[in-house]
């Protein structure tokens, strides 16, 4: 939109990057008419929160980007869903978007787990078209396979899931948000916390069930 001057930049040292080159999404300042100009009764916590990057300077949208030849934006995933593997930061977002090629997947959630060695892990929770395509282990197997594929394929090994769970459901908030918060919980086998905003109930179930069966 006019009046946005965007930009993808690098995290650490602030310089625009190339293009294929992923990055931070950043809106150099002053922001158009109609955005919001602090936190209520919070300047301080406004400026830190999102102008606190470099030189002041530059509005962190929190978002990973990269940009193609023709200058277009493509959104990775949030910065606060990064995960790190053995010194390697992947977004969730992107493993996502890889397994989702996968012609029998309807939708898929992944999450990093705690690890001694490598410091994280992702592990993925996949709700497949048809649930039967599962029911033995020699096409279990088959797909497990395709996933890690697909997703060694597109972001390389270190991406690789260190596990693949089919759950029935995923759970999501009422307005169909996945709960990443709790489905990690339950893959570290902690509590899940505040589950008010849950509207299906039974994905908890079904996500216990997935480990279960694993």
């Known amino acids: 939109m006019y009046g946005y001057e965007a930009h993808v930049i690098n995290e650490e040292t602030g310089d625009p990057c190339q293009a294929g080159e992923k990055g931070l999404l950043a809106i ?23 102008f606190g990057l470099f030189d002041g300077q530059q509005y962190s949208t929190s ?16 910065t606060d869903d990064v995960i790190n593997v053995a010194g390697h930061r992947i977004g969730t977002q992107e493993i996502e978007e890889a397994i989702s090629t996968h012609p ?9 787990i705690q690890d001694e060695l ?14 039967t395509q599962i029911e033995t282990t020699e096409n279990r197997f088959r797909i497990e396979q395709q996933v ?6 597109s972001l390389g090994g270190i991406a690789r899931p260190a596990a ?27 509590p899940t916390g505040d589950m008010s905003t849950l509207d299906n109930p039974s994905a908890i179930d079904a996500i216990k069930q997935a480990m279960k069966d694993y």
């Open 28 to 50: 150099k300042a002053p922001l158009p008419p109609g955005c919001l100009t602090t936190v209520w009764r919070n300047d301080e916590r406004f400026i830190s929160s999102y």
């Open 63 to 78: 978002d990973y980007a990269v940009t193609d030849e023709e200058g277009y934006f493509y959104i990775l995933g949030r």
């Open 104 to 112: 029998e997947m309807a939708e898929c959630a992944v999450v990093g």
């Open 118 to 131: 490598k410091g994280e892990l992702p592990i993925a929770f996949c709700v497949l078209k048809d649930q």
């Open 148 to 153: 890690i594929g697909a997703v060694v394929k």
């Open 164 to 190: 693949i769970y089919f759950p029935q459901a995923l759970p999501k908030t009422r307005s169909g948000k996945i709960l990443r918060r709790s489905i990690r919980a339950l893959a570290e086998n902690q």
